[in-house]
T-cell receptor, first 114, second 113 residues
Framework: EAGVAQSPRYKIIEKRQSVAFWCNPISGHATLYWYQQILGQGPKLLIQFQNNGVVDDSQLPKDRFSAERLKGVDSTLKIQPAKLEDSAVYLC????????????FGPGTRLTVL | GDSVTQMEGPVTLSEEAFLTINCTYTATGYPSLFWYVQYPGEGLQLLLKATKADDKGSNKGFEATYRKETTSFHLEKGSVQVSDSAVYFCAFHSGGGADGLTFGKGTHLIIQP
């Protein structure tokens, strides 16, 4: 079974520019998560989708970050405008659903904001 | 608020040594507990989990026991190998519909031959 796919793998932008990341979860996985991992720290949840609805976005900085999962499959995360402190790896994860199911992580997108 | 505290790294051990990586958590409700591992150049992957008090998760020779009374989930292995060199993350979620994971900062483990 194919894993969680993410693109691009790397992105370098100037501050105040916009950027978007894409995630395609494992087929049949209803729940999708975006995490932000700053260097030297553990991943931090940004948003959780169940199908195409938002379950938890309490830690998403909504003034600059947005995310959507329109058809309940793939998802995009956008930052507009980017700040220096947004430099991080953005991880996408998916699971079939149910609290005891394993979350499968993608390889991540490494964002550098200059 | 919810948080995970795990021992600072890097932790450097010789091959065949005994490993313990401490993890304690602060959570509302009754969390499920996880250890994730990130090998060099690879993505995060689940190592083991425990979903209720006194459960022991195990995989690849690693073990961790859910200790509700001490809010701990320490990772242990009796004899480490060079191939165990990686970053280890302790994590939990409190269940229900919003089950995003809360992670610790990670512990970098280095095993020397």
């Amino acid at each position: 079974e194919a894993g969680v796919a993410q693109s691009p793998r790397y992105k370098i932008i100037e501050k105040r520019q916009s950027v978007a990341f894409w995630c395609n979860p494992i087929s049949g996985h209803a729940t999708l998560y975006w995490y932000q991992q700053i260097l030297g720290q553990g991943p931090k949840l940004l948003i959780q989708f169940q199908n195409n609805g938002v379950v938890d976005d309490s830690q998403l900085p909504k003034d600059r970050f947005s995310a959507e999962r329109l058809k309940g499959v793939d998802s995009t995360l956008k930052i507009q405008p980017a700040k220096l402190e947004d430099s991080a790896v953005y991880l996408c994860a998916s699971t079939r659903g149910g609290s005891y199911n394993e979350q499968f992580f993608g390889p991540g997108t490494r964002l550098t904001v200059l | 608020g919810d948080s995970v505290t795990q021992m600072e790294g890097p932790v450097t051990l010789s091959e065949e040594a005994f490993l313990t990586i401490n993890c304690t958590y602060t959570a509302t409700g009754y969390p499920s507990l996880f250890w994730y591992v990130q090998y060099p150049g690879e993505g995060l992957q689940l190592l083991l989990k425990a979903t209720k008090a006194d459960d022991k998760g195990s995989n690849k020779g690693f073990e961790a026991t859910y200790r509700k009374e001490t809010t701990s989930f320490h990772l242990e292995k009796g004899s480490v190998q060079v191939s165990d060199s990686a970053v280890y993350f302790c994590a939990f979620h409190s269940g229900g519909g919003a089950d995003g994971l809360t992670f610790g900062k990670g512990t970098h483990l280095i095993i020397q031959p």
